[in-house]
């Protein structure tokens, strides 16, 4: 059974493998020891590689969108680490289709602070101009940060990739929510980025990751919501 | 060729002047007189048109012969035309709104072709047909195509298409009615007006049912200014690149003019159907949407008729109905079921059995209400109101086709209310005033799909096409600004982030024109043509149960008798996969895997969702649960509405009521008041622990939601603490936790709450995002098909959520969001009928403080909660009590 607490923030905290992290309605983790941000999933130029690829003009404006995100969480937490952890642009070409603005953003993002890109399998050589370093995976206070999640018994994984969702009824309304998704012993991020989807973790590729029973934290307005396994629905 | 001619020879055929009966040539004449018939006098007059070189708008009622009117000038003209070297072309092009009536309409065009033995090929193209008759039809054109609006999209969009047309002398739309006040209508027009570049001299007909104002459709249907040279213009390629800064000259579009190459000719009118109300002796039921208190009676007339047509409102109401009548089927009476989440061979099925007059009656919903001709119907049942005359009298029309005896109508009202209602509309069709619509005005998403169109077909210069769009009817007002703004929205997505311009949808070219980038844009945006949007389908397939059933026990095998009779109906019950129809996503939202629920008139358990299938097994045994309870999907029209609340305050009128109905009216006349002409009565009263609002305004279920969700923002900020809201036809009901008795009425309907409030609820709510959605699709915002792959309804629903989201808040005033805030405020929330209202009760809302709940109330207060399923035994039980006690208290 995974420990968790609600914190005053709206935030989720939860011991993960032992270690205390916090779970934002952003969708970031917060490792305050450390002073890091971790976010999984921008997919940055998810838009306007629908242009590219199939002249499809989906609105462009969904970089600065997940930027703005980023910036709130950043203005709050003031952190000295941020982690990408993996698939941060929708594609390899994406880098070079940012808008100058969006580009210049990007780049601040690394002004007093250190700036981490774990590579994921839609970006697998990382960026090529801005600024950061670009890893396969990062260890910290115990935890490992990498995109995509391992098979077996992965103690203290900290992954992406998935795009995690909860479906949650209650008599006749239902809601589906971007969420973490953990066992205690490893957790999976929710996608970040402003156009990206969700996968229902009662899908079998959750099953298959988790041992334990799973505990849903999902996304709402201003708060994480704990959610177990009684409450989920399939889509 | 039921549909097409004239069987009988009654005394409503006007006599033919001998000069006019000689007009046929010999062929056509000894036709008509080796089958006892003789030409029609509108069959005539369409010919004078023709020979003329007019267009027309024929309005007939049906059984009138007005296909044959639409055809016969083409017959004639194809029959005489001189031998010719080179493979003609299409002649004519034959449109209508549904598939199987242009297959119909081929087979019955098909008759006279051969009895007269005519050289004419006459062929249908539709989704339907084989690819190799298409590329045939290709190669080479028949002289008459039958197809929908869909495919002239298509065709507008093929490369050669000036070239396929360019011999077309004629296009006939049928059903013009039921087409021209719809997106469908706006894409029809823009291609019409593209054929006629095409084809200069093609000749525009109209075929319609009985409309309020045919000036309406004239207009829709004609052209606005004389259309330009189509000889050498090949696309207009005069204007150049810099004509495109300077906009045309702004030619107001001639009003006078307008419409007025169409001619009208009045097909002579049919006897007067009777039409009458079910009385159900004295047990009209408060509220409730499905008649069954009637149902017996239904079936007593339905035996003691030849075959009838039983409509109903909706699918739910359908299937109900259905059941119902063969649970009191005991003679075994052929009777079947059709509506449009059938599987299409299902549905095939009935009309063949139709056809064949192997039935005595089909509930259906509006899928019938036009189109196919079906043999010796000898009545029409409306069950719960029509909420419209000009509907109903289409419905009607489905009785009968022959002109000189009268079509027979019951309306099986399902309330009290609808008991006021059903009288008004007998009363508007016995008067024949139907129900007006306004002028339409063409959406841009679907300019947007037709420029696209246009650019796959060949180069375009934008000044040629911005005059050839303003010569269709809806578009005549359409400025340069909103022109150029499409063009630049169909060429880059018209962000103000320009991204885009390097990945365009459309290039201009070095003669500055306008042409699709590649033939992969040309292939997808061909995938994704059309402008009926449907929600996104879910297959329902029999099968996969890998879920067990949340009822827990054994599944039932056994004693399938109860249901067995309407599952004989459709007998093939085969297993594994087989696809039974199809229903809106949204529907199995709302059923968890377990459930039970109708369909095709059986009871099913909802086993599991994948992908784009829902995996269902009968469960015969099981009472259904019936989600989504609804009433009409139709609103009331405005001019019912009014003559409801004529009806109401003239007492001599309550004399045509049934007792119950009568003395219900007394009653609320005692306890509360009968609201005045101009006025609209507003009740205020607690019960329970609650405080309740009801008002009756009778403009229909969408204006009332509309209402109500303002009212409740406004009535949340006077700090009344509103709760909910419910609404009907006829009334809405607010709760709240303190007493809305003292507050400043006027105020609180003041007219202002279209503005501010509007815009902030709109925004966030539910309908908008629907409304983004259906015109993201049809303007290729977003694409349902890309060239390997569909992409499911399911994943469309999210990301388009999310990207109206982003978009609303980063560009809130693109072309998208202007479309669906228009979509939202006309189709989803009637906010023009809401404006009306309000200026309607402006100073006469007649506020009435009673200590405890009206008769008229009533209904509306039953309305709470009965979103749950009759046939959930304890529901039902507690639904009855609860109505018990509250007649009890309103008529005390």
Redesign the interface.
């Known amino acids: 059974m995974t420990r968790f607490s609600p914190s005053p923030c709206g935030g989720l905290r939860i011991a993960l493998s032992n270690v205390e992290v916090m779970l934002r309605w952003s969708g970031a983790l917060w490792l305050e020891t450390e002073r890091t941000l971790v976010v999984a999933d921008l997919h940055f130029e998810k838009g306007?590689s629908y242009?590219?690829r199939?002249?499809?003009?989906?609105?462009?404006?969904?970089t600065?969108?997940t930027l703005d995100r980023l910036d709130r969480e950043i203005a709050l937490l003031s952190p000295e680490r941020l982690i990408f952890l993996g698939d941060s642009f929708h594609d390899g070409a994406g880098e070079a289709?940012l808008?100058a603005d969006d580009y210049r953003r990007l780049e601040g993002l690394a002004l007093g602070r250190e700036l981490v890109w774990a590579v994921g399998n839609h970006d697998a050589d990382g960026p090529k101009a801005l600024p950061g370093d670009v890893i396969d995976e990062a260890a910290l206070m115990g935890l490992t940060l990498r995109h995509e999640p391992q098979p077996g018994v992965q103690l203290g994984e900290v992954a992406g990739h998935l795009h995690p969702a909860a479906k949650v009824?209650s008599g006749?309304a239902?809601v589906r929510r971007r969420c973490f998704v953990t066992d205690g012993q490893r957790l999976v991020l929710p996608a970040f980025g402003?156009?990206?989807?969700?996968l229902n973790i009662l899908d079998e590729a959750f099953s298959n990751l988790f041992g334990g029973p799973m505990l849903a934290g999902a996304l709402g307005p201003k708060r994480v919501h704990a959610v177990g396994m009684k409450s989920l629905?399939?889509? | 060729m039921r549909r097409i001619l004239n069987e009988t020879e009654g005394e409503h055929v006007i006599a033919v002047s001998m000069s006019a009966e000689t007009s046929l040539p010999p062929r056509f004449q000894q036709w008509f007189a080796d089958r006892g018939w003789s030409p029609r006098a509108h069959q005539l007059a369409m010919l004078e048109k023709a020979r003329q070189g007019r267009g027309a708008l024929l309005i007939a009622p049906t059984g009138g012969g007005k296909t044959l009117a639409g055809f016969l000038p083409s017959l004639i003209d194809l029959t005489e035309r001189p031998p010719r070297n080179t493979p003609a072309g299409v002649h004519t092009l034959y449109i209508s709104p549904l598939k199987a009536l242009a297959v119909d309409v081929e087979r019955n065009l098909l008759t006279p072709i051969r009895e007269m033995g005519l050289p004419i090929v006459a062929e249908s193209r539709t989704g339907d047909t084989g690819e190799s008759r298409k590329a045939r039809q290709r190669v080479r054109p028949p002289d008459i195509l039958l197809t929908t609006p869909e495919q002239l999209a298509l065709f507008c969009a093929w490369e050669g298409a000036r070239e396929y047309f360019a011999d077309l002398s004629c296009v006939i739309i049928d059903e013009a009615h039921a087409i021209w006040p719809s997106k469908r209508g706006d894409l029809l027009a823009l291609g019409l007006a593209r054929l006629q570049q095409f084809a200069p001299r093609m000749r525009r007909v109209g075929l319609s049912a009985t409309v309020d104002d045919p000036d309406l459709v004239r207009r829709w249907l004609g052209w606005n200014s004389p259309p330009p040279c189509g000889e050498g213009a090949g696309g207009g390629g005069v204007s150049t690149a810099a004509s495109e800064k300077t906009p045309p000259s702004p030619t107001p579009s001639p009003q006078g003019g307008r419409g007025s190459n169409i001619d009208l000719v009045l097909g002579s009118g049919g006897a007067q159907p009777v039409v009458e109300v079910l009385i159900s002796g004295g047990q009209v039921p408060w509220a409730g949407h499905t008649a069954e208190h009637a149902m017996a009676e239904v079936y007593e007339i339905i035996k003691a008729s030849k075959t009838a047509l039983v409509f109903v409102n909706t699918r739910f109401q359908a299937e109900f109905a259905f059941q119902r009548l063969w649970e009191l089927n005991e003679d075994d009476l052929p009777i079947a079921l059709h509506h449009g989440s059938l599987s299409a061979e299902q549905r095939r099925k009935v009309e063949a059995a139709m056809a064949r007059g192997a039935l005595r009656a089909v509930v259906c919903t509006s899928t019938l209400d036009m189109g196919i001709d079906w043999g010796d119907v000898d009545l029409v049942i409306q069950l719960a109101a029509p909420k419209g005359a000009s509907r109903m009298v289409q419905r009607i029309g489905r009785a009968n086709h022959r002109l000189d005896e009268p079509s027979r109508a019951l309306f099986v009202p399902a309330s009290r209310f609808e008991m006021l209602e059903c009288r008004a509309a007998a009363d508007a069709i016995l008067e024949n005033h139907l129900d007006g619509d306004p002028p339409r005005i063409g959406t841009l998403d679907t300019l947007a799909q037709h420029i696209m169109g246009c650019a796959c077909s060949e180069p375009f210069a934008m000044t040629a096409l911005y005059e050839e769009v303003r010569s269709a009817g809806p578009y005549a007002e359409l400025t340069w600004e909103d022109f150029e703004t499409v063009v630049d929205f169909v060429s880059t997505g018209g962000y103000a982030l320009r991204t885009y311009d390097k990945f365009r949808r459309i290039v201009k070219n070095a003669d500055g024109l306008w042409t699709a980038r590649n033939a992969q844009a040309r292939q997808q945006h061909r995938m994704n043509v059309g402008a009926i949007i449907s929600p996104g389908m879910i297959n329902i397939r029999i099968g996969g149960g890998r879920r067990p059933s949340r009822l827990g026990g054994a599944p039932t095998h056994s004693g399938a008798q109860s249901a067995a009779k309407p599952a004989s109906t459709f007998a093939d019950r085969a297993r594994g996969g087989r696809k039974i129809g199809e229903a809106e996503e949204g529907y199995f939202e709302q059923l968890t895997p377990g459930d039970t629920f109708v369909f095709a008139g059986q009871v099913w358990r909802y086993n599991s969702l994948v992908g784009a299938d829902a995996f269902v097994t009968p469960a015969p045994n099981d009472d259904p649960k019936m989600p989504s309870w609804g009433g009409s999907k139709f609103p009331l029209s405005t001019y019912l509405a009014s003559r409801v609340r004529q009806m109401m305050h003239d007492e001599a009128e309550w004399t045509a009521l049934p007792g119950d109905v009568q003395e219900w009216l007394a009653w609320q006349k005692i306890r509360s008041a009968i609201p005045g002409e101009g006025e609209m009565l507003l009740e205020t009263f607690p019960r329970g622990k609650r405080h309740h609002l009801v008002c009756y305004p009778f403009d229909g279920r969408l204006a009332h939601t509309t209402l109500a969700m303002l009212l409740t923002r406004r009535l949340d900020r006077l700090d009344v603490g509103p709760l909910g809201f419910v609404c009907n036809d006829y009334a809405l009901n607010i709760w709240s936790l303190r007493p809305m008795d003292g507050l400043d009425l006027d105020a609180l309907f003041a007219q202002d709450m279209l503005g501010d409030d509007l815009e902030a609820w709109l925004d966030e709510s539910f309908m908008m995002k629907r409304a983004f959605k259906h015109c993201a699709l049809i303007a290729g915002l977003i694409e349902r098909r890309h060239p390997g792959a569909e992409k499911s309804g399911r994943q469309v629903t999210f990301s388009t959520d999310l990207i109206y989201d982003v978009l609303r808040k980063h560009q809130p005033d693109h072309l998208m969001l202007r479309c669906a805030r228009h979509d939202a405020a006309t189709g989803m929330l009637d906010i023009a009928r809401l404006g009306d209202m309000l200026s309607r009760v402006k100073g006469k809302i007649r506020h009435m403080a009673l200590d405890r709940v009206s008769p008229f109330a009533v209904p509306i207060m039953l309305e709470i909660g009965r979103e749950r399923a009759p046939g959930d035994a304890a529901g039902e039980a507690i639904l009855a009590e609860a109505e018990e006690d509250l007649i009890a208290e309103a008529m005390s």
Do not use: C, I, V, W
Request: proline share 11%.
């Open positions: 306007s242009a590219a199939f002249g499809q003009m989906l609105p462009p404006y969904d600065r969108e289709r808008a009824s006749r239902t402003a156009f990206t989807g969700g629905r399939p889509d």
